[in-house]
C-alpha cells in the first residue's frame, strides 16, 4: 500500500508517521514536505532508515513534482496534512495561506485524479465551522463559516475536496479535527508557547479576557481516528474528531504555571487577536457510532506528560526558537 502523506515533517504529520510505522509494515510511506520553518526532519528519528519509508523535500503546488512522484512511487493513496496551519501568521499574511492549502490541495487533487488512486484522506480542522457561542457543538452538518485567512483556506480546500468527489467521482474523505496538543508541536501554538516561556520566565500573553474555549485532543488519539478513517471512512463522508475536553485558555495558562512551580504573575492579557472565535467544541458521534473511534488519553494525563516532553527535549526547542522564530516572536508580540 503505496501511501503519499504530505507535511509529514510538522507536528501531526511526523507523530502520524512514526506511529503508523510502528504499528504496522505492510504500507510504504513517502513523505512529501516542503521543510517551512514549521517542518523538522529530526521530528522523523523513530522513522528514519526504515525500507518502507521514503522523505522527499518539495512543495505540494509543484505539478511537476507531485505529479513524478505519483508515477515513481505508484501512489494509490493520499494523507494530506501540509497546511500552514497557524491562525496569527494568517493574519500577518495571507497569500501563502491561500497558495499552500488551496492551490497545494488542488495539485494534488488532480494528480489523484490523472492517476486514479483509491483513497484521499484530507486533514482539515473544526475551525471550518467559524465560531460557537456558549452552547452546542459542531456537528458534521454544521455550515461552513469562516473568520480568519487561515480557516477560509482550509474551508476552500474542503469544498473543492468535495467537489472533486462529487464531479469525478474521486474517493475522498475529510477528518475535522479540534485543537490538537502533545510532542513535537511548534512553540507558535499555545500550549508549547506558554510552557516554554514559562521555563524561560517570560510574561505569558494571554488574548483578550482569556476566556474563549478550545476542545482540546491528544495528537495520537486525533493520529488513530485519522488512520481509522483512512481505512474504514466512507467515501465522500467528512468525520469529525475530537475529545470533548473544552478549556477556556486561561485554564490551560494555569493548568501550565501550576505544573511547573511558576507564579500567576507572569500572566499578562495583551490586545485579542483580531477576528478571535470565541469557542470551539466538537460533536464526534459520527466516527464513534460509525467507525467504533473513542479518545484513550486523559487530558491531565496527556497534559503532564506533554510537559515533561518539553522539559526532557530542550534542544529540540532550543533549535527552534533561535532564528526564524525570534523574528515572528517580536511581529507578533511586540506591540500588544
Ligand atoms: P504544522 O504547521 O506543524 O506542520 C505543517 C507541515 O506542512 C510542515 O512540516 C511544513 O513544512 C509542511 N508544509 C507547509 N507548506 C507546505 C507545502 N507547500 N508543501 C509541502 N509541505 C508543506 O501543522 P500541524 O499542526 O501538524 O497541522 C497539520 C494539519 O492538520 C494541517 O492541515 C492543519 O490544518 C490540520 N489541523 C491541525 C490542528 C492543530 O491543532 N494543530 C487541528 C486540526 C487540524
Ligand atoms: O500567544 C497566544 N495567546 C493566546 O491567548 C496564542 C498563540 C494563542 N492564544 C489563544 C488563541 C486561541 O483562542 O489560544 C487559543 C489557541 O490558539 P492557537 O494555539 O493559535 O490555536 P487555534 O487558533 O485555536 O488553532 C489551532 O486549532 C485548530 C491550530 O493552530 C489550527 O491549525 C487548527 O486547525
Not at 21 to 36: G, M, Q, W
Not at 57 to 82: C, H
Not at 210 to 218: A, H, L, Q, S, T
Not at 283 to 295: A, R, V, Y
Request: hydrophobic share 35%.
Amino acid at each position: 500500500m503505496n501511501i503519499l502523506v504530505t507535511g509529514g515533517a510538522g507536528f501531526i504529520g511526523s507523530n502520524f508517521i512514526n506511529y503508523i510505522l510502528s504499528e504496522r509494515d505492510d504500507v510504504f510511506i513517502v513523505n512529501l514536505d516542503k521543510l517551512t520553518y514549521a517542518g523538522n526532519l529530526e521530528n522523523l528519528k523513530p522513522s528514519e532508515g526504515k525500507k518502507n519509508y521514503q522523505f522527499v523535500r518539495g512543495d505540494i503546488t509543484n505539478n511537476e513534482l507531485v505529479d513524478y512522484l505519483f508515477k515513481k512511487y505508484s501512489i494509490k493513496y493520499v494523507i494530506n496534512f501540509a497546511a500552514e496551519s497557524h491562525v496569527d501568521r494568517s493574519i500577518l499574511g495571507s497569500e501563502i495561506f491561500y497558495r499552500t492549502n488551496v492551490i497545494g490541495t488542488n495539485v494534488l487533487l488532480e494528480a489523484s485524479r490523472r492517476y486514479n488512486i483509491e483513497k484521499f484522506l484530507q486533514v482539515s480542522t473544526d475551525e471550518v465551522y467559524g465560531s460557537l457561542g456558549a452552547t452546542g457543538l459542531f456537528t458534521e452538518q454544521t455550515p461552513i463559516t469562516t473568520n480568519s485567512p487561515y480557516s477560509s483556506s482550509k474551508a476552500a480546500a474542503d469544498l473543492m475536496v468535495q467537489a472533486f468527489h462529487h464531479t469525478y467521482g474521486l474517493p475522498v474523505v475529510i477528518t475535522r479535527c479540534s485543537n490538537n496538543y502533545g510532542p513535537l508541536q511548534f512553540p507558535e501554538k499555545l500550549i508549547p508557547l506558554m510552557i516554554l516561556n514559562c521555563l524561560k520566565d517570560k510574561k505569558l500573553p494571554v488574548y483578550g479576557d482569556g476566556m474563549n474555549v478550545r476542545d482540546w485532543i491528544y495528537v495520537i488519539d486525533h493520529n488513530k481516528a485519522v488512520n481509522l478513517v483512512f481505512e474504514k471512512g466512507r467515501i465522500g463522508e467528512v468525520y469529525n474528531i475530537g475529545a470533548s475536553r473544552e478549556m477556556a485558555n486561561i485554564q490551560i495558562v494555569k493548568l501550565i504555571l501550576n505544573k511547573l512551580g511558576k507564579t500567576e504573575e507572569l500572566i499578562e492579557y495583551v490586545k485579542d487577536r483580531p477576528g478571535h472565535d470565541r469557542r470551539y467544541a466538537i460533536d464526534s458521534t459520527k466516527i464513534q457510532t460509525e467507525l467504533g473511534w473513542k479518545p484513550s488519553f486523559e487530558f491531565e494525563q496527556a497534559m503532564e506528560y506533554t510537559i515533561d516532553w518539553y522539559l526532557a527535549n530542550k534542544t529540540w526547542w532550543e533549535r527552534i526558537i533561535s532564528g526564524e522564530y525570534q523574528k515572528y516572536y517580536e511581529v507578533q508580540y511586540g506591540n500588544r
